[in-house]
């Protein structure tokens, strides 16, 4: 199984909008709505911020938005804080019943 | 609240087996609800699923793994393991166990451990 594309890095300053892209295939993100996205800082454990493409976590701010569009899927984060700055990974099932993840993005906030 | 955490050797002789142990407390693992998973992180690299299982015995596991995999829980623990077969460098990672609430096609991962680091070395 092939790993999600995601773009390597993203910026943005403060108070704008940013949207990290998760392009998959047919057999993964274009199929099912299992798509799941994580927050990660460094030398600290993935937080899961998104599920089933849409779907917020109690406790996770409402800054955070995910959608999906045939093979792609993305997250928006709105209203941007420094504190988002970090990795973000997107994740989606597959129809082999598996699980594959993106390669990562970088949030760095100007 | 749910808290997971990891425990097993820090450094593996190649072509040995790596061992883990996910200790589950707040909850219990011998649940039809969920499956319980693991997932590992190269140094400086990005997210790899390794696999998972549920007590109804289903079990998933990478393709690229899945020859040298295995995930079982110990329910009179509240653990679950992952034992890796003949190891080599490439299999140095941070090794995170985690919940996955998604019973039904197993997919998402809430909450994690903080992870183990596990280096492959003679």
């Known amino acids: 199984q092939s790993a999600l594309t995601q773009p390597a890095s993203v910026s943005g300053s403060p108070g704008q909008s940013i949207t990290i892209s998760c392009t998959g295939t047919?057999?993964?993100?274009?199929?099912?709505?299992?798509v799941s996205w994580y927050q990660q800082y460094p030398g600290k454990a993935p937080k899961l911020m998104i599920y089933d493409v849409s779907n917020r976590p109690s406790g996770v701010s409402n800054r955070f938005s995910g959608s999906k569009s045939a093979n792609t899927a993305s997250l928006t984060i709105s209203g941007l804080q420094s504190e988002d700055e970090g990795d973000y990974y997107c994740s989606s099932y597959t129809s082999s019943s598996t699980v594959v993840f993106g390669g990562g993005t970088k949030l760095t906030v100007l | 609240q749910l808290q997971l955490q990891e425990s097993g050797p820090g450094l593996v002789k190649p072509s040995e087996t790596l061992s883990l142990t996910c200790t589950v407390s707040?909850?219990?693992?011998?649940?039809?609800?969920?499956?319980w998973g693991w997932i590992r992180q190269p140094p400086g690299k990005g997210l790899q699923w390794i696999g998972s299982?549920?007590?109804?015995?289903?079990?998933y596991y990478n393709p690229s793994l899945k020859s040298r995999v295995t995930i079982s829980l110990d329910t009179s623990k509240n653990q679950f393991s992952l034992k890796l077969s003949s190891v080599t460098a490439a299999d140095t990672a941070v090794y995170f166990c985690?919940?996955?609430?998604?019973?039904?096609?197993?997919?998402?991962?809430?909450?994690w451990g903080q992870g183990t680091l596990v280096t492959v070395s003679s």
């Open positions: 707040g909850g219990y693992i011998n649940t039809f609800i969920y499956y």
């Open positions: 299982a549920c007590y109804s015995g289903n079990t």
């Open positions: 985690a919940r996955v609430p998604s019973g039904y096609d197993p997919n998402w991962f809430d909450p």
């Open positions: 047919s057999s993964d993100i274009g199929t099912y709505n299992y």
